[in-house]
């Protein structure tokens, strides 16, 4: 089945510490997006890749990175430099072009030690 | 700046009972709306696409209906079962950006 894997489904971090969530589809969707969800906040954009190797800065970019190497993956690394990490992290892909549906994951959820 | 609004935040229906979410935003220039479930610790689940030439979309009890023009969404949902209990969000997608709703919270009780 095609669908959209996210691992870990718990990450807890200490501090200072770095930490990078999976995101993997099997899809062959060109477009894929981290978004960042938080109790009564609508989901917030992190980065978003609409090719390998090409990537661009959400809304609340501050603190993480992203790459985009291979078309079926686009890891999130949550740096130190992110104070407050704590959240429900959602990747998500769609066909390119701006007429198609989003996909999601799983989630995973971050907190911290 | 698109804003998306969804009233209510949370709806409690007895089962059996017809319902009406709604979705509402600010900037009518979008390419499609889309309508999602998320249940408590998951991820998002797409139930319907409206493109925006398009007037509503069903699939089985579910119907979304559009009005680009007033910027608003309805999601109706037919004879409610306590399986339909989740999280209802709206997203809509504009230039490179999706838009999403903080959600109407429903809980169908047996």
């Known amino acids: 089945d095609g669908g959209i894997t996210q691992s870990p489904k718990y990450l807890f971090r200490k501090e200072g510490q770095n930490v990078t969530l999976s995101c993997e589809q099997n899809l062959n969707h060109d477009a894929m997006y981290w978004y960042r969800q938080d109790p009564g906040q609508g989901l917030r954009l992190i980065y978003y890749s609409q090719i390998v190797n090409d990537f661009q800065k959400g809304d609340i970019a501050e603190g993480y990175s992203v790459s985009r190497e291979k078309k079926e993956s686009f890891p999130l690394t949550v740096t130190s430099a992110q104070k407050n990490p704590t959240a429900f992290y959602l990747c998500?892909?769609?066909?390119?072009?701006?007429?198609?549906?989003?996909?999601f994951g799983d989630g995973t959820r971050l907190s911290i030690l | 700046k698109q804003e998306v609004t969804q009233i209510p935040a949370a709806l409690s229906v007895p089962e059996g009972e017809n319902l009406v979410l709604n979705c509402s935003f600010t900037?009518?220039?979008?390419?499609?709306l889309q309508w999602f479930r998320q249940d408590p610790g998951k991820g998002l689940t797409s139930l319907l696409l409206i493109q925006s030439s398009q007037r509503e979309q069903t699939s089985g009890r579910l119907n979304a209906s559009l009005d680009k023009s007033s910027g608003r969404s309805t999601l109706y949902i037919a004879a409610s079962q306590p399986g339909d209990s989740a999280t209802y969000l709206c997203a809509v997608r504009g230039y490179q950006k999706v838009t999403f709703g903080i959600g109407t919270k429903l809980q169908v009780i047996p």
């Open positions: 998500a892909s769609n066909p390119n072009g701006d007429s198609g549906p989003q996909h």
């Open positions: 900037d009518s220039a979008i390419y499609n």
